[in-house]
Structure formats: C-alpha cells, structure tokens
C-alpha cells in the first residue's frame, strides 16, 4: 500500500492494520483527491492480495472509507497508534473506537451505512 501511494504522490508515513481494517498515514496530494488516493489504493491492493493465494480470490473492501487530517504535533503518536494496532485492538474493537471517535468530533452517521 505504501509504494501504491508513493505512485499516486502520497509520501507515506506509516501502513499497519489487523485482520478487518488498515490505517494509513500519508501526505495527501496535492494533485489527488483522497476519493481519487482511496479508490487507487484499493483497486490496486485488492488485485494484488488475489494474485497472493486462491484463499484470497473473493476479496473485497467494503466501500466506504474513513479520512482524517491530523496536525504535525500529533504524527508520532498516530505512528504508534498504527504500529500498535494488534495489541490496541486486544483492549477495544475497531468498531467501538470508531463509533466513539464519530461521536467525539460530533460526526453524524448512520449505523446502517458504517458497516457492510
């Protein structure tokens, strides 16, 4: 994932993830939309991940997304928060961190529409 953003001019930080979700910290392009760097990402991710192992062949990622602009006071600690996903998510699921973050910064969302 990381070369594949580093193709679409997206100097990438840090890539790390668990068995249902990946994190990935990069500069956005300046020429890119993150639609544009998200639907790259999977597109040429998932192609790759089937060419892995037949057990991967139905592979998919579910069509949304989340995106989110950080300050540079805060990259080291969303560094280690990405690299220390296993352990992290031992503590809290994926999807309960998620929903609280939604709920912190007042994001409204639909349960329905968050997860496929």
């Given at each position: 994932?990381?070369?594949?953003?580093?193709?679409?001019?997206?100097?990438?930080?840090?890539?790390?993830?668990?068995?249902?979700?990946?994190?990935?910290?990069?500069?956005?392009?300046?020429?890119?939309?993150?639609?544009?760097?998200?639907?790259?990402?999977?597109?040429?991710?998932?192609?790759?991940?089937?060419?892995?192992?037949?057990?991967?062949?139905?592979?998919?990622?579910?069509?949304?997304?989340?995106?989110?602009?950080?300050?540079?006071?805060?990259?080291?600690?969303v560094q280690r928060y990405i690299l220390r996903q296993e352990q992290h998510h031992r503590k809290v699921t994926f999807q309960d961190e998620y929903r609280e973050s939604l709920k912190r910064y007042k994001v409204e969302?639909?349960?329905?529409?968050?997860?496929?």
């Open positions: 994932m990381a070369a594949i953003l580093r193709n679409n001019d997206c100097p990438t930080l840090v890539v790390g993830g668990v068995t249902d979700h990946v994190h990935a910290l990069f500069v956005l392009s300046k020429n890119h939309s993150i639609a544009q760097i998200v639907y790259e990402v999977k597109r040429s991710s998932s192609k790759w991940i089937k060419t892995q192992s037949s057990e991967y062949k139905k592979f998919h990622w579910q069509s949304g997304y989340g995106a989110f602009s950080l300050s540079q006071s805060h990259v080291r600690q969302y639909d349960e329905r529409y968050v997860w496929e």
